[in-house]
């Protein structure tokens, strides 16, 4: 009997998810918070507001006319570059959060 409940209490919490995601969304506030990387988007949907946290990588793009090396620590990609500037070694750096904020201090 537990069980057949707990089937049905799951199932109803997929459909509210299902129709929550696939409603429109409406943002009202982006919150940063205490963890570096992380902020925090005040959502409205179907008359309901949700906190949603959003995780927000640090990625960074090195363009070196400088031959690519071992020493650059990141991955070499292809990319269209702004304002027409040409592309010669273009590298994107992953950076961990948690050391952005130990350079930081």
């Known amino acids: 009997m537990f069980l057949l409940k707990k089937k049905k209490i799951t199932s109803l919490f997929t459909f ?6 696939c409603c ?3 943002i009202i506030q982006l919150a940063s918070s205490t963890t570096a990387g992380r902020i925090f988007a005040w959502v ?3 008359g309901i ?10 990625v960074f793009y090195l363009n070196s006319k ?3 090396t071992e020493e650059f620590p990141g991955r070499r990609v292809k990319k269209i570059l702004p304002h027409g500037r040409p592309c010669f070694n273009l590298i994107e750096v992953n950076v961990a959060n948690i050391s952005c904020k130990v350079t930081r201090s």
Do not use: D, G, S, W
Request: hydrophobic share 50%.
């Open 16 to 21: 509210m998810l299902v129709n929550y995601i």
């Open 24 to 26: 429109t969304h409406q």
């Open 44 to 46: 409205v949907a179907e």
């Open 49 to 58: 507001m949700f906190k949603i946290p959003i995780n927000m990588p640090r």
């Open 66 to 68: 400088a031959p690519v």
